[in-house]
């Protein structure tokens, strides 16, 4: 029998208590902030990771903006450039540059700083709430997510051939649960269109913020959607002799959401050239409407057999 732990002995905390910390950053000056990095597994800094964090910099200096009776400011799209792979054991300094605060819309740059150099900037465009014409296209006809099976685990044989990097990514137990509608082996990655549909939302209930869950999405546009330029490859992130990287991203907030109820990714990837593919998405909520559009373009690299740089 073992000793019970003290009772001053804190409980680890959960995936998505981490998650919410890591996008809680530190304000350094009226537009300087500090965030923290998290080893999830991937060789650099996640690039959702920074995404969310240049957000919520960018969020945090829209206080007090305009008119009091329009109300608040919203982030409706960001525009994201990776410039260099980030650092997971050091910090990141966010510099926000209050670029202009109009009638009704705000702009905000953000550049992130490792080591005296940037690693990431982003454009990010605010407005406040007004009325329009809507239309939107239709959510793919896909099985509800209680239909689907979780991702399964990695069989611990087979998890354990491959590098402790690539075991921690896959073995991890991260904040959001992905349930994909036609789920690929990216171990052994068989060749198919460049589509796919993946439901997930966040692991705990979390807070109302329309910020926290914006920057929630930010973190997670980032899952997945690159990957689906590799398709029809029969290639996978997971390959040694295959090298990806994020070169940007670009995500637009259509309508309200929570990042902690189910949300469908539908990507499509419709060319990849020059060692480069390019990816968009759509996320629509479980009632059907579409909440947010995302795109992105990433370096693709395949190596001769044997040789992993």
């Given amino acids: 029998m073992t000793d019970p732990a003290p009772p001053d002995a804190a409980a680890p905390a959960s995936p998505v208590s981490e998650l919410i910390e890591l996008l809680s950053l530190q304000r350094l000056e009226d537009n300087l902030f500090r965030g923290q990095s998290r080893d999830i597994g991937t ?30 400011r919203s982030a409706h799209s960001l525009h994201a450039y990776f410039l260099r792979a980030g650092d997971i054991a050091a910090p990141i300094v966010y510099d926000v540059d209050r670029t202009r605060d109009g009638g009704s819309f705000s702009v905000r740059r953000v550049t992130a700083i490792q080591h005296g150099k940037p690693i990431f900037v982003m454009a990010a465009s605010f407005q406040i ?52 509608v036609y789920p690929r082996d990216d171990l052994n990655p068989p060749k198919r269109p460049p589509f796919q549909q993946v439901w997930f939302r966040l692991g705990e209930r979390v807070g109302d913020a329309p910020e926290l869950h914006r920057a929630l999405l930010a973190y997670a546009s980032d899952f997945h959607l690159l990957g689906t330029t590799t398709f029809p490859h029969g290639i996978s992130y997971y390959q040694p002799n295959v090298q990806m ?56 690299r395949v190596l001769p057999e044997g040789r992993a740089d």
Avoid: C
């Fill in 129 to 180: 709430d007004e009325p329009g014409v809507e239309h939107q296209l239709s959510k793919p006809e896909v099985p509800d997510p209680d239909d689907l099976a979780p991702t399964p685990q990695i069989p611990a044989e087979r998890l354990a051939k491959l590098p402790s990097k690539v075991q921690r990514w896959l073995n991890r137990m991260g904040p959001f649960e992905f349930r994909p």
């Fill in 43 to 72: 060789k650099y800094v996640f690039g959702g990771q920074v995404l969310g964090q240049a957000l919520s910099a960018a969020q945090a200096t829209m206080e007090a903006v305009g008119d009091p009776a329009d109300g608040p």
């Fill in 245 to 300: 990287a994020s070169l940007d991203h670009a995500l637009w907030f259509h309508r309200p959401f929570r990042a902690d109820e189910w949300l469908l990714y539908a990507i499509d990837s419709p060319s990849a050239q020059g060692a480069r593919g390019l990816a968009r998405g759509q996320v629509f909520d479980r009632a059907g409407r579409l909440v947010a559009s995302t795109a992105q373009e990433g370096m693709i």
